[in-house]
T-cell receptor
Framework: DGGITQSPKYLFRKEGQNVTLSCEQNLNHDAMYWYRQDPGQGLRLIYYSQIVNDFQKGDIAEGYSVSREKKESFPLTVTSAQKNPTAFYLC????????????FGPGTRLTVL | GENVEQHPSTLSVQEGDSAVIKCTYSDSASNYFPWYKQELGKGPQLIIDIRSNVGEKKDQRIAVTLNKTAKHFSLHITETQPEDSAVYFCAARINQGGKLIFGQGTELSVKP
C-alpha cells in the first residue's frame, strides 16, 4: 500500500522543547516538502528537498530544521526558536521538483503547552 | 513573488446545486493550477488540476476553468452531495523552483 505516512497524528510538547515530526514515503519520490497550516489559512511552505542530502528553505523556515539522509524520509524538527509552533503540519512528496503533482500525508497536529 | 487569492472563504449550498470557487494569481509565469480537497483532520487530496496550455478540464462532476489573460481559475462542482463538504484549496505553481503557492481555502458545506 503506497503512500505517505506521518507520525504521530497528535503531538503535545512543553514550551521550550524541540520536537521532531516524522514523514515517510514509499512512492519512490525524489522531492519532499513540509507545510504548515493554521486555521483559516492556506498552506505555507517550510522546507523542501529535491534529492537526498539536499534541502532548501521555504517561505517560513525560521525556527525549523530538516534532514534528508534517506530518500524515503524527511523529518522536521520544530525548535524552541519557533515562536508559534502550535499548528497542523503536512508533509508532501512529488516525483521530482519539476513534476507538478504533490501528494500529501495525513498530517500531524502539534500543540505546544 | 506569487500570490494567490481565493474566494469565497465559506460557501453553503443545497444538495444538488452547483458550487463555484474562484482564485486569482499574480504571477503571469504560473503554469500549473491544482485543486485540493481537505476533509477535517486529514491531509489535502488532489481532485483536479489544469496546466496553462488548457482552458478547461472536466472530471465527472468537477471541472476547472482557466483564464490566463485575467489570471484567474475556478473550480465548478455540479450536483453537489453532502460528501462534497470539505475545505477546498487552489494553488499555483510558477515555472522556476517548483513551489506551489496556496490560496486561503474555501469551506464548502452541502446541506441535504
Amino acid at each position: 500500500d503506497g503512500g505517505i505516512t506521518q507520525s504521530p497524528k497528535y503531538l503535545f510538547r512543553k514550551e521550550g522543547q524541540n520536537v521532531t515530526l516524522s514523514c515517510e514515503q514509499n512512492l519512490n519520490h525524489d522531492a519532499m516538502y513540509w507545510y504548515r497550516q493554521d486555521p483559516g489559512q492556506g498552506l505555507r511552505l517550510i522546507y523542501y528537498s529535491q534529492i537526498v542530502n539536499d534541502f532548501q528553505k521555504g517561505d517560513i523556515a525560521e525556527g525549523y530544521s530538516v534532514s534528508r539522509e534517506k530518500k524515503e524520509s524527511f523529518p522536521l524538527t520544530v525548535t524552541s526558536a519557533q515562536k508559534n509552533p502550535t499548528a497542523f503540519y503536512l508533509c508532501a512528496s512529488s516525483i521530482g521538483l519539476a513534476v507538478d503533482t504533490q501528494y500529501f500525508g495525513p498530517g500531524t497536529r502539534l500543540t505546544v503547552l | 513573488g506569487e500570490n494567490v487569492e481565493q474566494h469565497p472563504s465559506t460557501l453553503s449550498v443545497q444538495e444538488g446545486d452547483s458550487a463555484v470557487i474562484k482564485c486569482t494569481y499574480s504571477d503571469s509565469a504560473s503554469n500549473y493550477f491544482p485543486w485540493y480537497k481537505q476533509e477535517l483532520g486529514k491531509g489535502p487530496q488532489l481532485i483536479i488540476d489544469i496546466r496553462s496550455n488548457v482552458g478547461e478540464k472536466k472530471d465527472q462532476r468537477i471541472a476547472v476553468t482557466l483564464n490566463k489573460t485575467a489570471k484567474h481559475f475556478s473550480l465548478h462542482i455540479t450536483e453537489t452531495q453532502p460528501e462534497d463538504s470539505a475545505v477546498y484549496f487552489c494553488a499555483a505553481r510558477i515555472n522556476q523552483g517548483g513551489k506551489l503557492i496556496f490560496g486561503q481555502g474555501t469551506e464548502l458545506s452541502v446541506k441535504p
